[in-house]
């Protein structure tokens, strides 16, 4: 595969940009969102969110912004800060929902569909590091 951008490379890198900017958008969302306007629809999640400590937090904001600022440095080009980045929100990912589903009640509240979303986005992040290190790989 040649490292010059092609088709491929630009859709793959513009679906990694609006994954990335939703997952942003969800976390500025959540993170500012009024817990009673939360547990009115949902209050099992609403009381996950108001327990997640700081360093959880510090966590998702890794996951969402290491993964959009690996998707801005696939779009330009730059293999070593896409891999950093993406492999850095990777870890977040982990962190973050390693904490919501191992050590909170969640998965005995809503059953194993809770994971199936988190499931996805891991497996996105991994796709996106992978997809980075295969772009530094052939541009060497």
Do not use: C, E
């Not at 490292?3 to 500012?32: D, E, K, Y």
């Amino acid at each position: 595969m040649s490292p010059q951008p092609n088709r491929r490379h630009r859709a793959i890198t513009i679906a990694f940009l609006a994954w990335n900017a939703l997952g942003v958008a969800a976390f500025a969302m959540q993170s500012t969102a009024d817990p009673a306007t939360l547990a009115a629809g949902d209050p099992v999640t609403a009381r996950i969110w108001a327990a997640m400590p700081v360093w959880a937090w510090g966590a998702y904001a890794l996951a969402t912004l290491g993964g959009l600022t690996g998707a801005v440095a696939l779009a330009l080009g730059r293999g070593r800060l896409a891999l950093a980045a993406s492999a850095a929100g990777v870890l977040g990912v982990l962190v973050q929902f390693g904490w919501s589903l191992l050590a909170t009640d969640l998965l005995a509240a809503k059953g194993m569909g809770a994971a199936v979303f988190p499931a996805i986005i891991l497996t996105l992040a991994v796709a996106q590091t992978w997809y980075a290190a295969h772009r530094l790989r052939a541009a060497s």
